[in-house]
């Protein structure tokens, strides 16, 4: 579900405003021209993917970034990254090897 919370623009955006600071669902609202229950939605799906917290203060849903789901994502980005890398290495090598 993490990766699936950044496919959309609008949620990475919304991700990137949030760790800036926290916000509420209105101020989250305020620069896209959707409705609020997009919008909602959108935060509703982060949430899912355990990238932003909701709490509630006073009357108003305050947003939250967790930047421990972002560092486990990194993390395994990093090991398919690494494997990659490896595989690239080693192709770069047998080719390398070829031409003499």
């Not at 305020?30 to 509630?56: N, T, W």
């Not at 789901?69 to 980005?77: I, Q």
């Amino acid at each position: 579900m993490i990766f699936k919370s950044f496919a959309d623009s609008t949620r990475r955006d919304i991700l990137k405003r949030v760790y800036k600071a926290d916000l509420t669902i209105t101020e989250i609202a305020r620069p896209y021209d959707m409705s609020f229950a997009a919008i909602a939605k959108h935060v509703a799906v982060l949430e899912k993917g355990r990238l932003v917290c909701k709490q509630r203060r006073g009357k108003e849903q305050v947003i939250s970034a967790n930047p421990k789901t972002m560092t486990l994502a990194a993390a395994h980005l990093h090991g398919y990254a690494r494997a990659w890398q490896q595989r690239y290495d080693k192709l770069e090598s047998l080719l390398n090897t070829k031409g003499d």
